[in-house]
């Protein structure tokens, strides 16, 4: 295309009149040189590409529990399956266990102060004073001709040298026996497993988690996850199926990850019965073991043992809970393509609640995840009552929340079940879609809270869940000690990561899906993403793309925005302007009259002109167009037509002024004399010529005397006090200030 010289420079100045006065900062610029380049692996629309590989690790763990002693003993073997293009010469194992060990202090993520009258468990977070034997002993790592294989051990990874390279495409055996000491989860601050002690009955709820050494990950990414547990940044797994068999004591009950074996010779027949009858139960739980049960299982303490034996395929990770203070119950859940048994498991402590709630709230998150993803691909999913924290694992979750004398407030019970549904959803992020959680704890922990927000909101409509204004508190926050959603997991701070890692990834996908993509297509897109990386390992780079690549909606100013800057929305409406165009034959004397009311309005004042709509519409002139203007056309717009239609309606011009950083869609409500209102959508995309000030016209048959912005809070505008035109008067807080030291 060729254009004259001349008509370009016309060009510039009529459009000059929009650029901005500050420096451009690129805010609609693609976001490809802040994620890893696409490639065979990897594919640049966001999908595993024709070369993805994983590597993969089946276990096969015999382990016993020492009651008497605290202790866990096992031995395994695992079969480790090279899928990947290279030949590696020594392995990672992880031993997160070594975590505890005195001098494997977690790396800064605790806050050291010491401050006077500190209690003495923050005191033993600390300093570690009781110094408890944490961590693995190793008895041996073997490979499958029975020989000693050389290992070094650096804090939580342990390395496993080869005596030849694993070959690409080949696999190898592994044979490890180890034991540990079970800690107490009230001696670690994020014990997310352990032991809890009932001095009541002398009694204990064991649950077991991270317990055996397991493949660190070897990907494409970055080779050996071999990153040090240091709590805050949980796990990296490879997928594999598990044969494990667990001896515990005879009158306890194992809750586990994967299906029972052999029921016939741990449970009772009437168990057994109770769990045939649960089979058929589709609205409401049935009891395998009773209170009553429980109860008298609480005084027995057997010294005989029993071995439970599982069989889970295709997870990432095992875990247990052992206690012979479980009451259990169960029901079956109907989804689309399978059946799952639901089921819970909770000491008396948590009745009456857990028995009325717990299952109820896994069917809800198995529906709903299902729904939004894909159908929950496992035969059972467990929830197991515990004092605090909820922790998830393949199948089996460990959730906090008990009643006190039997009681529970409305708020604790809102926050047990949300506990429930967000551990459940869990299933999904990460254990199915199995994303990096030691790099990045908001890939699983952000779309896990924004599904179970959403399950939250569409089951328990009477409870609290999040919504774009609960993320304003935070973004409002110092921006000294903020960082963007994009920080590795152990770089954040304690007192941040809960809104940085799940509140805020959450806020941005209900935006996206209520307001900037719209439900039904990012329905579609969030659905694509789960079922791409189903099974695999998805980086942020891969949602970034699917989300886009299955929506046809540019979203790299809003992940640019979002999820690697730490601004804030907050919109300023600067400006209204109100103006009227006659036709060229109307009432002079109208004119006349509304030039002489501005005159008025003016002479009284001149600051309330620009606050608000009493000085009445300004009168423009419109003029005929020259023939200059036309160039070259000899057409001719129908120029009384475009007066005819503008006539004695009411043009506003809006100027509303980027005071937050983040570009964000617009949302105007006006309000009109007679009290009705309308609402205006503007796209992100206004912003990209003058990323700080935009202005836009808008014709109105009616009258307008009140115009607001993002009237119904959906772009968690951090001052929704500069959102009103005509403008409120609110004292700035340097005012507020002078007047209080003044007296006033
Ligand atoms: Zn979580």
Redesign the pocket.
Known sequence: MRISISLLFSLFLLFNIGAQTQPWQGKFEPIDNMISPPNTYRTASGAPGKDYWQQRADYKIKAELDEANNTLSGEETITYYNNSPDDLSYLWIQLEQNVNKKGNEDFGSINNNITDGMNARQMQFLTRAINFPAGYTIKYVKNEGDNNLKTMVNNTMMKVKLNQPLKSGESTVLNIAWSYHITDRSMYLLSREGYEYFPEDDNTVYLIAHWFPRMAVYNDTEGWQNQQFQKLGEFALEFGDYEVEITVPSDHAVASTGALQNPESVLTKKQRNRLKEAEKSFDKPVMIITKEEALTNEKEKSNKKKTWKFKAENVRDFAFASSRKFLWDAQNVKLPTNTVMAMSFYPKEGLPVWKEESTKAIMHALEVYSEATFDYPYPVCISVNTSNI???FPMISFNGGRPKNGKMSNGAKAGMIGTII??V??NW?PMIISSDERKWMWM??GL??FL?QRTVAERYPDFNSTTPNSIVPFMSGDKNILRPIMTTSDSELMSQFGANF?LKPTVGLQMLRNSIIGKELFDEAFKEYANRWKYKHPNPGDLFRTLEDASAVDLDWFYRGWFFTTDNVDMELNDVKWFKVYEEHSNIEDQNQSAKLKIEADGKSTEASAKDFSNGPETINMTSTPDASYGGFLSRLDESEVRKQLSGKNIYEVTIKNKGGLVMPVTIEWVFADGTKAIDRLPAEIWRRNEYEIKHTFVKEKEVSKVNLDPNFEFADTNTKNNSFPKVETASDFEKFKNKQSGN
């Open positions: 909820g922790m998830e967000h551990e959803g869990h992020f699983d922990e896990n809270t179970h799940y």
